[in-house]
């Protein structure tokens, strides 16, 4: 059978012919094919309809009524096509502008080749590692005998992307462009960012699929409790705001156990994360640690936005998320895998909340 590569296919709109052309001649060179070059928004919008390229690189400033970061806002409504900004300009508020329109990218004039290579990578991935992450998600949603499998599957196969992302950041923090040491580039800071984020996802939905496959099983050992605990608390400092208090309490001496570290650390994580993601007017934020009744107790407390009464019921569910969370992102997968780890130990998990007061999770997980 005859194997054909195919080169990646690139719109580019610049309303500056001869900006258009030497990038042209250096995406060429490496190895891209030029479909078309367009000047305006309007007619950007109608040859991405017609040629239906692999990705757009738009240029923000461009002739006609319509600037490039609208003319992606439309093309997007209408077709699935990454789209990479170029501009003269990084001021704070047009890379809001664009990272509102889903944005997979954002080139500095003039191009070095490199940084356009990396970019491009990136953005390509990302496009990728998102097709393949809603189908993994259709698949956790569906009923099928063979969920399991299809999902270990998309898993392994979702790293590839990552992996590139990861990879190519890494690369653009070593090009000529970069800021001079002791400060940071914001969109490498996004692209890690969204990198840690991809991971966490896809890594809740292959241990939700091994908890309903009853592939899930406890590895107990011998655990400080509280050394564990005060650990955890030192991970999640980076994600804390200056609005947060993060505190510890063990009400008990130095407490051993036979628990599965692995499965107890993303319990408390995703409880602690939770607390601090669903308080976002800050805090405190609390973990209280007690021993009693043959028990260990982990009490997670927050000042957050709360929860009704009505989703109290369906809290342990997949994919199901408050109505108050506003935009505050999240996959509606947390608290159902936090559950299935409470009933592999033999616990309980209980709740108390209230609107625009705070939540509290109460755990208790008994002795081995």
């Not at 033999?346 to 755990?363: D, H, R």
Request: hydrophobic share 40%.
């Amino acid at each position: 059978m005859d194997f054909h590569f195919q080169p990646t296919k690139i719109l580019i709109v610049e309303d500056e012919l001869l900006i258009a052309k030497n990038l042209s001649v250096k995406l060429e060179k490496l190895g891209y094919q030029i479909v078309d070059i367009v000047s305006c928004g309007a007619d950007a919008i109608q040859r991405a309809g017609e040629i239906k390229p692999d990705l757009i690189l738009m240029d923000i400033v461009i002739k006609g009524e319509i600037d490039g970061i609208e003319t992606a806002a439309i093309i997007n409504q209408k077709l699935d096509i990454p789209i990479i900004y170029t501009t003269a300009y990084a001021d704070d508020e047009t890379l809001q502008r664009a990272e509102n329109t889903g944005s997979y990218g954002y080139l500095l004039k003039p191009f070095k080749e490199r940084e356009l290579h990396a970019t491009i990578k990136i953005a390509l991935s990302k496009h990728q590692e998102a097709v393949n992450m809603q189908t993994l998600l259709a698949l956790a949603a569906a009923k099928s005998d063979n969920r399991s499998r299809f999902i270990s599957m998309a898993y392994h196969d979702l790293n590839t992307p990552l992996t590139t992302i990861q990879l190519s950041a890494e690369m653009l923090e070593d090009c000529e462009f970069m800021p001079l040491p002791g400060r940071t580039n914001k969109n490498i800071d996004r692209i890690k960012k969204a990198v840690s984020n991809m991971s966490g996802l896809l890594e809740d939905i292959l241990m939700l699929s091994k908890a309903e496959s009853g592939k899930l099983s406890l590895n107990l050992n011998q655990l400080n409790v509280t050394d564990f605990c005060a650990s955890i608390l030192e991970e999640l400092q980076p994600i804390l705001t200056d609005k947060h208090f993060l505190t510890f309490a063990a009400k008990t001496e130095p407490l051993h156990a036979n628990l599965d570290a692995k499965l107890l650390h993303h319990l408390l994580t995703n409880l602690l994360s939770n607390a601090i993601k669903y308080s976002p007017d800050g805090g405190n934020v609390s973990l209280e640690l007690i021993c009693e009744n043959q028990q260990i107790i982990f009490c997670v407390r927050d000042e957050g936005i709360g929860m009704t009464a009505e989703y109290e019921g369906k809290l342990f569910q997949q994919f199901e998320r408050g109505e108050n969370v506003g935009k505050i992102k999240g996959s509606g997968l947390g608290l159902c895998i936090v559950k299935h780890i409470v009933d592999l130990h033999g616990g309980t998990i209980s709740v108390e909340s209230a609107i625009g007061k705070g939540t509290t999770f109460i755990v208790a997980l008994p002795f081995f």
